[in-house]
């Protein structure tokens, strides 16, 4: 995690964080959006703050993939200027959510060596060469061949020494979990080292909580032993080890809800309504807790309003406006209706 120390700027930063949330998509333009085709949409988030990188990229790609790559270079600039405005113990805090992305991009260099995908595939599908930040990642994948490759590649790292600490002979899976526990155990350090608000700790750990009840519905689903699922949890969040360890022995859902409903932090507010509706996939519970999350940070970013939140909010924000564009088009590539697109889109 990137630590900084001294003076932060939070009135200033704050200011800004509002002006560039002011500017996102809203849902009525994002409404909008979803009335056009693919190639119709690329020119209209181009006015929408996009122009460059969809110039950048469009004589590579063309419909969904070209707004895609655009979408994830403008995410990933955002990011570092973001933090280019924060200073002292603020760029700190605002670093824990950005190193975030830094331990998805780790995952996906971990998979592509694990499947043999060619670095030249990666660039095209992944990781765009355009996108200078993406080199270090891409010169991983050229010139590792296996996994322990990798690790070694990453030393100096954060990841990296998460990695470095299991055991030689640990599989994809476990380097994963490896890498989300690490993460957020940093994080809670790091935060808690930074002279910050303990809202932001609570938060932090209402998130680790939320990954962890995920994981128990999915490991449940999946047929995984409870004691493997036991052993998956990241430590550190409000749901003490007792529930957690109750819910890993749960042999269903609703065994596993009531287990969860034992620990006073558990929020089980349109649990059953969501669990009903996750006959197929676990999209409704995962949707619902994350409705939780932006509730409490718009919550905290509205009650600090100089403070780390209002920036993390931004932030948050951010990330959602690229996610809900990617889900619009990549559905209308695949021939879904506008209907159920919308119902799929946090708006």
Request: hydrophobic share 40%; proline share 2%.
């Amino acid at each position: 995690m990137v630590r900084v120390g001294g003076r932060s700027n939070m009135a200033n930063a704050s200011a800004r964080a509002k002006a560039r949330k002011a500017s996102l998509i809203d849902s009525t333009r994002m409404r909008q959006l979803l009335q056009q085709s693919p190639d119709a949409i690329g020119t209209s988030i181009a006015e929408f703050g996009y122009r460059s990188e969809i110039d950048l990229y469009a004589g590579r790609y063309t419909g969904a993939d070209l707004i895609e790559a655009a979408l994830n270079h403008n995410l990933d600039s955002d990011f570092d200027s973001v933090l280019r405005f924060c200073q002292g113990d603020l760029k700190s805090m605002v670093a824990v959510y950005v190193e975030r992305f830094s331990y998805q991009n780790a995952k996906t260099v971990l998979r592509a060596i694990h499947s043999g995908a060619s670095v030249e595939m990666v660039a095209s599908e992944v990781l765009p060469e355009e996108n200078l930040n993406n080199n270090y990642w891409l010169d991983i994948i050229r010139n590792c061949t296996t996994l322990g490759d990798a690790v070694n590649a990453m030393s100096g790292t954060s990841w990296g020494l998460a990695l470095s600490k299991l055991d030689a002979d640990s599989n994809l899976q476990q380097m994963e979990d490896a890498l989300d526990s690490s993460y957020y155990n940093d994080a809670i350090a790091s935060i808690r080292g930074s002279g910050c608000h303990p809202l932001l700790v609570r938060y932090i750990r209402n998130e680790i909580d939320h990954r962890n009840i995920i994981n128990q519905f999915r490991g449940l689903r999946q047929g995984i032993a409870g004691e493997d699922r036991d052993a998956i949890m990241i430590h550190g969040g409000k749901i003490d080890k007792a529930a957690l360890k109750a819910a890993s022995q749960a042999e269903s859902n609703e065994a596993l809800l009531e287990a969860l409903r034992r620990a006073p932090s558990f929020d089980d507010t349109g649990f059953e309504e969501a669990l009903q509706a996750s006959s197929i996939s676990l999209d409704p519970v995962v949707t619902l807790l994350q409705e939780q999350r932006r509730n409490m940070m718009r919550r905290f970013a509205y009650l600090n309003p100089i403070s780390a939140f209002p920036v993390i909010h931004y932030i948050e924000s951010k990330v959602l406006e690229v996610q809900n564009i990617r889900l619009l088009v990549r559905g209308k590539a695949a021939g879904l209706s506008d209907e159920v697109i919308e119902a799929h889109m946090n708006l």
